[in-house]
């Protein structure tokens, strides 16, 4: 009596178990359909500091109606996320969009592949984008080709970068970056450098800088006075008056996996085209730092 008891206990504990797996299993689904494809909120990641400047420069301003771009807090990746929600708006696709941060690095391109999420705020190079063209839906370019020109960035102890003239200066100096990158990873090594380090996530390639265990990287210009950056304890600043062409376009990459991509992909290039239009794109990028005038700079790989 007591052997059956124990035995209807038991079973009773495991069907209770197995019951409440079930349960955690579809509630999981749901919060994870909830999120990524039926409703209208959609969760998208954004790496800590570029959520921390746009939580900033926003406050509690609605996305929608900035029209003015000029802070210290503003630069290419900021300007990546407003646009990307202007434009979808525009385009009829109204969603509420929440941005979770955390160390993004590239993780996004897997969730975009994988349809566990919609879209990246943040562009894509066309070149890097294309190789998985049969996964993505790519928007018509934000950042045209010819527009996109980066600083090099530097500790602003390192004279021997900062006293750069030409483009046989490179041969002594050293830099990082990712081919994950292949835009970036191409201008580098195409300037002959003493040695190109790599290093995949953004973060430490700016600490290894500051820290001068590397000569430079290559950074968007952004809108403070002197174009610097910092972020805790480093602080970077660009070789004056002088940039590097990256060659190619940029482009928002929507997941066609996603339930939602293909709506958001109409909507988004139909924004875009409205923005464009409007001179805004260009104005934003401007007012942020990012676009510069190139007749002022020194250019040099042209």
């Known amino acids: 009596m007591h052997l059956l008891t124990l035995f209807g206990s038991v079973l009773k504990n495991s069907i209770s178990l197995t019951f409440l797996a079930i349960m955690l299993s579809l509630t999981t689904f749901m919060i994870r359909g909830n999120t990524f494809a039926y409703s209208n909120k959609v969760i998208i990641p954004i790496q800590d500091d570029v959520y921390q400047?746009?939580?900033?420069?926003?406050?509690?301003?609605?996305?929608?109606?900035?029209?003015?771009?000029?802070?210290?807090?503003?630069?290419?990746?900021?300007?990546?996320?407003?646009?990307?929600?202007?434009?979808?708006?525009?385009?009829?696709?109204?969603?509420?969009?929440?941005?979770?941060?955390?160390?993004?690095?590239?993780?996004?391109?897997?969730?975009?592949?994988?349809?566990?999420?919609?879209l990246s705020f943040d562009t894509y190079w066309h070149t890097d984008a294309k190789t998985i063209a049969d996964k993505l839906y790519i928007s018509e370019p934000v950042i045209r080709n010819g527009e996109y020109f980066a600083g090099i960035y530097t500790s602003p102890t390192n004279h021997k970068v900062l006293q750069l003239k030409s483009f046989s200066d490179f041969n002594t100096l050293t830099a990082v970056s990712t081919p994950k990158w292949r835009t970036d990873w191409q201008t580098l090594q195409d300037l002959s450098l003493k040695e190109l380090l790599r290093e995949d996530s953004w973060v430490s390639m700016a600490r290894m800088t500051s820290l001068q265990w590397v000569d430079f990287m290559l950074m968007p210009f952004t809108s403070t006075t002197d174009q610097s950056y910092r972020l805790e304890s480093i602080h970077l600043i660009p070789v004056p008056n002088t940039a590097i062409l990256l060659k190619g376009s940029r482009h928002f990459a929507i997941s066609k996996a996603h339930p939602q991509g293909k709506s958001a992909f109409t909507a988004i290039n139909k924004g875009l085209k409205i923005l464009r239009s409007s001179g805004t794109i260009v104005r934003a990028y401007t007012e942020a730092g990012f676009f510069i005038d190139a007749d002022k700079y020194r250019i040099i790989n042209q």
């Open 53 to 118: 400047d746009y939580q900033t420069f926003i406050g509690n301003r609605d996305v929608l109606a900035v029209n003015e771009f000029s802070s210290k807090y503003t630069r290419r990746d900021v300007i990546d996320i407003i646009i990307a929600q202007q434009a979808l708006y525009l385009g009829g696709f109204h969603a509420e969009f929440h941005l979770l941060p955390g160390k993004v690095n590239f993780r996004n391109i897997q969730l975009l592949q994988a349809g566990e999420l919609l």
